[in-house]
């Protein structure tokens, strides 16, 4: 975090540690921080199983791009809607607890949608309540999951263990269709769904024995009376999503890192959720080419988490996000330039390279960036924000694939993306990692003598 936002040690109030104090107090971090990415990972891998099962019987049975925007659409928006409460919860209740309920009430939903499905009742509309439902429990865990880590993990060790989460995350996703085509293929629907109720179950239990910090609280506010000393006034009295906004508002560099997430989502992403209808369209429902998308997107996002969490990244945050999301433009781009299908493949791999930057980079710059009993509404406003916007725009341009070509919109839409990104890229103001040494300092040392 840096030194203006970071709060006094007077106003940290208890529930903030130090790294010091985390360790003493808790044990050593590692192991802690671990085996809670564990349980999230099994979870994770349970959903992403589903998830593919879904999206997938959907467009091999309709062929249909507005059927698969209602269901993406399905999918997002109520965890992007939830998520601003989501947020506001996990800075005012147990952020534990809060994780524990979720998945608990995803799990029993997923199981009553099930014996639903597995008594004859498939449709896509009962199949679309499925996923309104976890994406109102997803809303609710992600926040308090998010806010969870950077308590347990110390602030220089952020990036990195986001990176490494993000390549479990990865391998996870490379796992998790090959495990979702043959389920596809032997289960019905309703068996799959029961994937997830095993999965949700073991996280669970794993998260239920770790010790998790309790959630900081708002810092006083110091009141300087005209005919006294400084005295302790009440706690500031916006404790909901309005005093979110005006921080990241009020940040320019996060406020700058947010746009920059609006362009990706709003003109790359779409098209990116859009691919089993891109394939179906261009090259044939060949699920061998389904599988091979995630696949190798998913092993690229492994190898580029891998190196990140090794490297540490650049000083400026703020400019690998900027490399990043011109990056993801040029490559969809030529996509849409490709008459090719194993080199349209192939670009996946180059997606999946840069994808931590797009992922890891701007989850860390929240954590850093943001004060201890702020996290939770800044996170879950991040993602409202950014989760309501793809499906919007999938949905506007669903109509549109179904009479223009999707090389066409991948080329108008990348073009676009890079051209707001150079616009953004202007006087961008830095975000620089924390706990680098000051150069003159260095340079003093270096000489012998006092900066």
Request: glycine share 8%; net charge negative; aromatic share 6%.
């Amino acid at each position: 975090m840096s030194d203006r936002t970071r709060p006094s040690q007077d106003e940290a109030g208890p529930a903030e540690t130090t790294e010091g104090d985390a360790q003493d107090q808790d044990g050593p971090w590692l192991p802690r921080v671990v085996w809670f990415l564990a349980g999230q990972a099994v979870s994770l891998f349970g959903s992403s199983v589903v998830a593919y099962a879904i999206v997938w019987h959907v467009a091999l049975e309709t062929r249909n791009a507005v059927s698969y925007a209602v269901v993406a659409f399905a999918a997002m928006v109520p965890q992007g809607l939830m998520s601003l409460v989501g947020g506001v919860w996990a800075d005012r209740y147990d952020r534990k607890a809060l994780v524990i309920a979720a998945d608990a009430a995803i799990a029993v939903i997923t199981v009553g949608l099930a014996w639903l499905l597995l008594s004859g009742h498939e449709s896509l509309w009962l199949i679309t309540a499925a996923l309104v439902l976890r994406g109102i429990g997803g809303g609710v865990q992600t926040p308090a999951v998010g806010a969870i880590l950077p308590s347990i993990t110390p602030e220089k060790h952020l990036l990195r263990v986001n990176s490494a989460f993000g390549s479990v995350q990865s391998a996870v996703y490379l796992v998790a269709p090959a495990v979702a085509a043959v389920v596809l293929v032997v289960w019905e629907m309703g068996a799959i769904l029961l994937v997830d109720v095993a999965t949700a179950a073991v996280a669970i239990a794993v998260l239920a024995v770790l010790r998790i910090p309790a959630t900081p609280k708002a810092p006083v506010v110091d009141v300087e009376p005209d005919d006294g000393p400084t005295e302790p006034g009440p706690e500031p009295p916006s404790t909901g999503l309005g005093a979110a906004w005006r921080f990241v508002l009020g940040h320019p560099g996060l406020r700058r890192a947010l746009a920059l997430g609006i362009v990706v989502f709003a003109l790359v992403m779409p098209m990116a959720m859009a691919a089993p209808i891109v394939v179906v369209k261009l090259f044939g429902d060949a699920t061998w080419m389904l599988a091979a998308v995630e696949i190798g997107y998913s092993g690229a996002l492994i190898l580029g988490g891998v190196v990140l969490a090794a490297w540490g990244g650049w000083r400026n945050r703020m400019t690998m996000i900027i490399v990043a999301t011109a990056a993801w433009a040029v490559f969809t781009v030529a996509q849409g330039l490709t008459p090719w299908a194993l080199l349209y493949l192939a670009l996946w791999i180059p997606f999946g390279l840069v994808g931590p930057a797009l992922t890891a980079v701007p989850v860390t710059v929240m954590q850093e960036e943001t004060p201890p009993h702020l996290i939770g509404r800044v996170m879950g406003l991040m993602q409202t924000v950014l989760l309501l916007v793809s499906p919007v725009v999938l949905l506007v341009l669903a109509p549109l694939l179904e009479v223009v070509s999707p090389r066409v919109v991948l080329v108008v839409t990348g073009v676009a993306a890079l051209v707001a990104t150079a616009r953004l890229a202007r006087q961008a103001p830095p975000l620089m990692a924390p706990d680098e040494p000051d150069p003159d300092a260095v340079q003093a040392a270096a000489r012998g003598t006092s900066p």
